[in-house]
């Protein structure tokens, strides 16, 4: 039998004569179960936005990017681009040929994002979800057409209904320019609208889908292309990095190959950073919370003082009775913890299968995503338990201190 964890649980779940005690050790318990609960409900919660930001992310980024490391434009050829075709984890590859151009409709004038983009890309694109007004669609037999995000097209006034063109505008990289009539120096092109998507503000701000054709024409190019997109659905990210690093050998150093988090590193490394202030903010609240530990357990401790003598003179050592206190400390720390992830889980778990706590305002989801990860659950258990330890050893070091002083 361990006998300063006995003694520790007889202290706490025996009727103290100070009901007081009983009282703060209560408040501590639940406290630390209320801060643990709402560590475990945000990061859940954040979790879940987290996981809604990178599926939009999808609908746009491919799984790789295959990219210049210098200049804009290459030629997508090699034994790299038939080693790529022959993977049967490489559901498609897409050719992408992308420009910040001068549009104007009706009227209205603006500067868009306009990718140009091939019929593979037109075919397997997941935009094709995310349609909210027309259809994806690209080509029209002859008729070149364009898809245009959501804000872009409110703010220009774009309707597929209509049969008004969008026209595209960029000045000629070849010949001189021409100050007497500057309008021949700029090549111009017209696409008509078929469809609006919407999936985030940023992307519905500022891009367009257009036949790769209409692009090499607007930029006067020939075969060149921006960057070459592959996309690898429902495969594992071990599978991803592999043919990314098998790819970057057999490009080169003149070529770059990025997974999603290289193309969008600041706002992946941002939402990291995000996370671990919500953790540690919320871990202070919780060391705000247990210093009612400390409160109950320096009263506890001043009731006992004639059980110490009492244990000293049946041969308890000095460490053993610390002990004894420390660990009736972190007890009620431990049981507030274990309330708390009962629960932090249990809520999340509710929140994740019925969604009863709806989201305001027109969003894409309706109720507050929720994803559970274990990894947070250990972390909150042992950063909670932790605390709880050190906070339960203050009182005791204390009290101690002060009696060999006294001595």
Known sequence: MNLPLFIAGRYLFAKKSHNVINIISAISAIGMAIGTAALIIILSIYNGFDSLVRSMLGNVEPELLITPAEGKTFVPEG?????????????????????????????????????????????????????????????RGDVPLAVVGAGLAHRLGIDPRFVAPVEMYFPRRTGNISLSNPAASIESVNVYPSGVFSVNSEVDDELMIVPIEKMRELLEYDDEVSAVEVRM????????????????????????????????????????????????????????????????????????????????????????????????????????????????????????????????????????????????????????????????????????RKEETAH
């Open 79 to 139: 034994e790299a681009y038939d080693w790529l075709y022959d993977q049967s984890s490489v559901a498609s590859i897409c050719t992408v040929l992308e420009e910040t151009v001068f549009i104007s409709y009706d009227g209205r004038q603006s500067v868009a994002k306009a990718r140009g983009v091939d019929r593979i890309y037109a075919e397997e694109s997941p935009l094709k979800d995310h349609i909210r007004r027309g259809e994806f669609r690209l080509r």
């Open 233 to 400: 659905t429902g495969v594992p990210q071990k599978e991803i990095k592999r043919v990314q690093e098998t790819a970057q050998e057999m490009l080169g150093p003149e070529f770059a190959v990025r997974d999603r988090f290289e193309q969008n590193s600041a706002l992946y490394r941002m939402m990291k950073y995000e996370k671990a202030s919500i953790y540690l903010i919320l871990i202070f609240v919780i060391i705000i919370i247990a210093f009612n530990i400390f409160g109950s357990l320096s009263m506890l401790i001043m009731e006992k003082r004639e059980d110490i003598m009492t244990f000293r003179s049946m041969g308890a050592t000095e460490r053993m009775m610390k002990r004894v206190f420390v660990l009736e400390g972190w007890m009620i720390s431990l049981l507030g913890l274990a309330a708390g992830l009962a629960i932090g889980i249990g809520f999340s778990l509710l929140q994740q299968h019925f969604g009863f706590i709806k989201m305001p305002g027109n969003f894409i989801v309706q109720a507050y995503p929720i994803i559970i990860s274990w990894k947070d659950v250990l972390l909150t258990a042992a950063g909670v338990a932790i605390i709880g330890y050190l906070i339960a050893m203050l009182p005791v070091a204390s009290f101690y």
